[in-house]
């Protein structure tokens, strides 16, 4: 490993622990870690880096369940059982950390591009494409100007609602492999018209992901739409 690497390391790690100490005292973060409060408060606050070993220790250490549990902490709900996701949709750090324990669980295939409908899923979609060095894509409820072709998806929803989606046409190739996420699944309604637009282009869908499904609607229509494994780090009831 060379100096920028182990760098790099270290301060991924001290970004780890920066994200667990939100919802823990030094002492529970000593109890979780294993390494001394005194310790862990001198790389939180960012006056001494962790060695390359313990840097790595942090790192590995922290699996599925622990960023699962933060994610479930994160999660805050209304009167009506809305979402309110403002939490973890606008942590770029927290869904940067993510994104390796999501690629690594759920056995998607490595993408051309990652795709999100605009707007929440943006920044989730930012950290995947960043850890697969995959090209990050949003589609869109209105056409953006001085783009000519699009690709368009469009659904009536219960309500009679009509719901559509554009895409510059550019965007996507024929075999592209495409990773489907978005921060939140519940009718799937979304998801379907990401998955048409990835069909409309003759791409090939390598999975789909959410990082909170609310009910289970949402992944049964994304999985009857798919044969690519579909998702969700939190289930909702
Ligand atoms: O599974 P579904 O029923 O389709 O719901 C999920 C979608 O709803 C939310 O987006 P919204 O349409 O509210 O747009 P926003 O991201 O701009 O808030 C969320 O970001 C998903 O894209
Ligand atoms: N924030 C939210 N909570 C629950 N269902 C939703 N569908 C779209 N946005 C939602």
């Known amino acids: 490993m060379n100096r920028a690497e182990k760098a790099a390391l270290q301060l991924q790690a001290v970004s780890v622990l920066g994200m667990l100490k939100e919802t823990r005292t030094y002492d529970e973060l000593a109890d979780l870690t294993g390494l001394p ?5 001198r790389y939180v606050n960012g006056h001494v880096l962790p ?3 313990r840097a790595r220790e942090v790192i590995e250490g922290v ?3 622990t960023l699962a549990a933060e994610l479930d902490a994160r999660i805050e709900l209304d009167g009506e059982g809305y979402v309110d996701n403002s939490g973890i949709v606008f942590d770029q750090p927290f869904l ?4 390796p324990v999501v690629a690594e669980s759920f056995g998607f295939d490595r993408p051309d591009v990652v795709l999100t409908a605009a707007t929440d899923g943006i920044t989730l979609a930012a950290a995947m494409a960043r850890y697969f060095d995959a090209r990050c894509a949003y589609a869109k409820k209105s056409k953006e100007t001085a783009v000519e072709e699009f690709i368009e998806a469009r659904d009536r929803l219960d309500s009679g609602i009509e719901l559509t989606y554009y895409l510059p046409t550019s965007v996507l190739s024929a075999g592209d ?3 489907v996420v978005d921060d939140l699944i519940r009718s799937g309604e979304t998801q379907e018209l990401l998955l048409d637009i990835a069909a409309e282009s003759d791409a090939r869908v390598g999975g789909v992901f959410a990082l909170i499904a609310a009910g289970e609607e ?3 229509r994304a999985e009857a739409k798919t044969d690519a494994p579909v998702g969700a780090l939190s289930q909702l009831d």
Not at 96 to 99: I, N
């Open 63 to 65: 699996g599925y369940e």
């Open 177 to 179: 492999t495409v990773l």
């Open 218 to 220: 949402g992944i049964d």
């Open 96 to 99: 940067d950390l993510l994104a």
């Open 51 to 53: 060695g390359t070993e």
């Open 37 to 41: 409060a005194g310790d862990l408060n």
